[in-house]
């Protein structure tokens, strides 16, 4: 018995030597841009650390989905291209974990930021009283008036959305926003600039692999016209280029992905 209470009370040691360590690593930093305390979200929910010490999928996907929050706002500059006024309607299509939605309602503190996603966070906890999570298939009709947002931001859904449901998709953006209403899309190549032959080797694996599944492998190169059918008549379209990987010494450039903004008129 001595023994066995003896094993419970050195696992309960474990466990909390764990729990100390998930709250230290809970800043994410990149480079010299950001640096951020992700209170309340990694840590205070140590339900998502599995007993054997391994993150689950769940975290995994958002410590991804947090790396690619700050590359994308420090290659911008800003959480958008777009120049906004405070006091508007503004719509985050397909929101993840939510921080770009969280971020811009702490600081249009007088807009109202709706947040779509099909799992959107539940958290209430630090949830600015501006900011308003919805249930939706963003690829389906939204639950949201015509004619009544100011502007709508998405990003990252390329490697997401397939092909079939694009005009759907940009079609409910047009529908809710108000006249003189501009939407940002952000998307990546799903391929590398200048990459050795293992990285090419898996492009063309992985190009094969979204036209087995419907996706669109040139969405970067084919969104301008999805855009402009749906009746948007204002584009402007620029991209930026994110280094991958350390710079080789034979050559002038490191492997790299290619973002495109696109910012639309109604």
């Not at 018995?1 to 809970?26: C, D, H, L, P, T």
């Not at 969405?219 to 204002?234: A, P, Q, S």
Request: proline share 5%; aromatic share 8%.
């Amino acid at each position: 018995m001595g023994n066995q209470a003896s094993k419970v009370i050195e696992k309960q040691k474990e466990k909390n030597a764990r729990k100390k360590s998930n709250r230290r690593k809970s800043t994410v930093t990149l480079g010299s841009h950001a640096s951020v305390v992700v209170g309340g979200t990694i840590s205070g929910n140590y339900d998502w650390i599995e007993d054997e010490g391994h993150r689950n999928q769940d975290v995994n996907q958002l410590l991804n989905s947090l790396w690619d929050h700050y590359l994308l706002k420090s290659a911008k500059k800003s959480n958008t291209a777009t120049q906004l006024d405070d006091s508007i309607t503004i719509v985050d299509s397909g929101t993840g974990n939510g921080i770009w939605a969280l971020e811009i309602a702490a600081e249009y503190t007088h807009s109202k930021v709706i947040a779509l996603d099909l799992k959107p966070p539940t958290q209430e906890q630090g949830k600015p009283p501006n900011l308003f999570y919805k249930e939706a298939d963003i690829t389906k009709p939204w639950p949201i008036e015509s004619n009544s947002v100011d502007f709508v931001f998405q990003r990252s859904m390329g490697h997401v959305i397939p092909k079939e449901h694009w005009h759907q998709l940009i079609s409910e953006m047009y529908r809710v926003l108000k006249p003189g209403g501009t939407i940002e899309l952000t998307e990546s190549d799903l391929w590398h600039h200048n990459p050795g032959p293992m990285q090419r080797a898996f492009d063309e694996f992985f190009e094969s692999q979204c036209d087995e599944n419907g996706i669109d492998y040139r969405i970067t190169e084919t969104i301008n016209k999805k855009i402009e059918l749906v009746g948007f008549k204002e584009l402007n379209h620029f991209t930026l280029d994110v280094p991958i990987g350390e710079w080789p010494e034979d050559e002038g450039k490191p492997s790299s992905h290619t973002i495109v903004v696109l910012l639309c008129l109604f």
